[in-house]
T-cell receptor, first 113, second 113 residues
């Protein structure tokens, strides 16, 4: 696996609480992404980053925010978790855009009760 | 907007038989196309990609994919399936002017001994 670490691997939280997921890479890749995976929907992009402090929204960004203060770290925050945010969250990295493949972490399973 | 369709939720094949997992796409401009595989409790692993050139692309683990521009398809194939190929397969597309990689809903491949 590419050098991508997601933490925590599992989390259970209550509705209304804030949650932060962390993605750490050791590949020095410019681009980082957060996806969520839900049955029947494949993977959907939440937010992505194209450099330190440079981020943009994906197709399902409502209720999520991100930050990237260092090349190696990309944080995903749920300001006030809802049950609809129960999902498996994947971080991915890529060196460049275009034809460069994404490399994925092993995911964080988040359950909001 | 770009999109990917994987029309089969599940494909069943016998070990040793050829397999095909179907993918069609819609995108503006020339596409970058990818196949990924996901094993249980793991992130997605890159299998192969099409950027330009030869329509038949060879990838990891004996997989190949055929790009057909007129049919906007990028079907994944393998001449002889193994039980260990059983997994979830995702097709993805990115337009040459875009930043987002869009995934299909996934196809579960079951290879039976």
């Amino acid at each position: 696996d590419a050098g991508i670490t997601q933490s925590p691997r599992h989390k259970v939280t209550e509705t209304g609480t804030p949650v932060t997921l962390r993605c750490h890479q050791t590949e020095n890749h410019r681009y980082m992404y957060w996806y969520r995976q839900d049955p029947g929907h494949g993977l959907r992009l939440i937010h992505y980053s194209y450099g330190v402090k440079d981020t943009d929204k994906g197709e399902v960004s409502d209720g999520y925010s991100v930050s990237r203060s260092k090349t190696e770290d990309f944080l995903l925050t749920l300001e006030s978790a809802t049950s609809s945010q129960t999902s498996v969250y994947f971080c991915a990295i890529s060196e460049v855009q275009g034809g460069s493949p994404l490399h994925f972490g092993n995911g964080t399973r988040l359950t909001v009760t | 907007a770009q999109s990917v369709a994987q029309p089969e939720d599940q494909v069943n094949v016998a070990e040793g038989n050829p397999l095909t997992v179907k993918c069609t796409y819609s995108v503006s401009g020339n596409p970058y196309l990818f196949w990924y595989v996901q094993y249980p409790n793991r992130g997605l692993q890159f299998l192969l990609k099409y950027i330009t050139g030869d329509n038949l692309v060879k990838g990891s683990y004996g997989f190949e994919a055929e790009f057909n521009k007129s049919q906007t398809s990028f079907h994944l194939k393998k001449p002889s399936a193994l039980v260990s190929d059983s997994a979830l397969y995702f097709c993805a597309v990115r337009g040459n002017a875009g930043n987002m990689l869009t995934f299909g809903g996934g196809t579960r491949l079951m290879v039976k001994p």
